[in-house]
C-alpha cells in the first residue's frame, strides 16, 4: 500500500510540475507577444482607395511601432483626431522646414520636381484656402496618398499637416495577400 502512495505521490507531484510548466510557457509566451507588439511591430488593415495601386483595400500591413524620423518616400500610419475615425495610410512628401509646390499635375519639394512612379492620376490641389508654395512647419509632414484623384490628405483642410505625434508607425510590409510581401516605395 505504501508503494501505491508513493507512485501517486509522484504522479501528482510530476502532473503538477508539468502543469506549472505549461502555465509558465503560455505566460512568457503572451508577454513575449505583448512586449513585440507594444515595442516592436503591430498589424494595421488599410481601409479605402487612397493608397491604390501600391497598397489595396483589405491589405495587411506590419508596421513598426516606433519609427524616430520618417524620411520623404516613407509609407507611415497616422492617427488623426480632428475628422478621421480610422488610422490612416498615407506617404510622406515632404518633411519638416521643406517647401511644397503643386504644378501642372506635378509636385515639387524645395523646388525639385519629384519622380513619383506610384502615383495615380492627376495631382491637384484639394482646398484651394491652401496656397502654394507652403513650408511644412517643424515636428511636422506632409503626407499624400498614391491615388491622388481619391485621397483626402495634406492638400485638403480635413487633413492638413501631420504632427510627428500622430504617426503610428511605418510600414515595413504587406502580410496580407500573402506571397505578395514587397511594398514599392
Same mark, same amino acid.
Request: aromatic share 12%; glycine share 6%.
Given at each position: ?33 505583448? #512586449? ?39 509609407? #507611415? ?24 509646390? #503643386?504644378?501642372?499635375?506635378?509636385? !515639387? ?22 496656397? !502654394? ?53
Amino acid at each position: 500500500m505504501e508503494e501505491k502512495e508513493v507512485n501517486t505521490n509522484k504522479a501528482k507531484r510530476y502532473l503538477t510540475r508539468n502543469i506549472y510548466d505549461v502555465a509558465e510557457i503560455l505566460a512568457t509566451a503572451i508577454i513575449s507577444i505583448m #512586449i513585440a507588439f507594444t515595442f516592436i511591430f503591430r498589424f494595421v488593415g488599410v481601409i479605402g482607395a487612397s493608397m491604390e495601386t501600391t497598397l489595396i483595400e483589405n491589405d495587411w500591413l506590419c508596421v513598426s511601432a516606433h519609427i524616430s524620423q520618417p524620411k520623404k518616400g516613407d509609407i #507611415i500610419i497616422i492617427t488623426h483626431s480632428n475628422y478621421f475615425t480610422q488610422p490612416l495610410v498615407k506617404r510622406v512628401i515632404a518633411v519638416g522646414g521643406q517647401t511644397v509646390d #503643386i504644378k501642372n499635375g506635378e509636385v !515639387y519639394v524645395d523646388s525639385v520636381k519629384l519622380d513619383e512612379p506610384y502615383a495615380r492620376g492627376y495631382t491637384r490641389p484639394l482646398d484651394y484656402t491652401i496656397n !502654394y508654395p507652403l513650408v511644412v512647419p517643424e515636428g511636422e509632414y506632409f503626407v499624400m496618398g498614391d491615388n491622388r484623384e481619391n485621397s483626402t490628405d495634406s492638400r485638403s483642410s480635413l487633413c492638413g499637416f501631420i504632427d510627428e505625434n500622430n504617426v503610428l508607425g511605418k510600414v515595413w510590409f504587406r502580410m496580407v495577400p500573402f506571397g505578395d510581401f514587397k511594398i514599392d516605395n
